[in-house]
C-alpha cells in the first residue's frame, strides 16, 4: 500500500509523522538501536513540516486506510515486546504470532505451514508445547489471547501440512 503512495516515505517516517501528527502529544520518544536509526529519526523529525504543519488530510485518510486493511488482515494483534518471554515451556510465542499474522496478511499459509515445521516443531518451539500456564498472559501489555490463538495457529498449521 506505501508503494502506492504519491509520496515515497520509509515506514518509520511515515510513523513518525503520524505520532507527531497526534494532538495529545508533545514528545515524541523513539527506540532505536544503532546510529543509522539515530540520524534518520532526527533528519525525520527536524523537517518543518513534521514539526509545525502536521500531516496532510489525505495522508491522514491514507494511513487510516491502512491501520484499517492492517487490522483486518492480521489474527494476533501482537507488538512483538517479548514480555511473554522466555516461555516456561519453551514456545517461541511471538515467533508463532509473526508467522502466523505473516500468512494471514500475505496469504501464504502453505509457505508458512513449512516454515511452521521446520524452524518451530523441529526446533522444539512451537504451539504444541504450550500447557496452559498462563505466565504468558498475565504479563502481556496487550491482554492477549495467548493460549487460545496458539492453539488455534497450530491446528491452521498442522492442517496445511
Known sequence: MFDQHSTRRSPVEWALRWVADQP???????GMSNMDQVVDNLRICSQNDITKLGMKPEDRTFLAHVAQTWKAKIKIDCTACRYCMPCPH?????G?????NNASMF?????????Y???FIDKQMDASL????GAC?????QQLSII???????AVFERMM
Not at 495529545?24 to 523513539?30: G, T, Y
Not at 519453551?90 to 511471538?94: H, L
Not at 496469504?107 to 516454515?115: G, N, Y
Open 24 to 30: 495529545e502529544v508533545s514528545l515524541l520518544l523513539s
Open 90 to 94: 519453551g514456545v517461541n510465542i511471538p
Open 96 to 100: 508463532c504470532f509473526s508467522l502466523y
Open 107 to 115: 496469504d501464504t499459509w502453505k509457505s508458512a505451514a513449512k516454515q
Open 117 to 119: 515445521k521446520e524452524q
Open 130 to 133: 504450550c500447557v496452559e500456564c
Open 137 to 141: 498472559e498475565s504479563v502481556c501489555p
Open 148 to 154: 487460545e490463538t496458539l492453539k488455534e495457529l497450530h
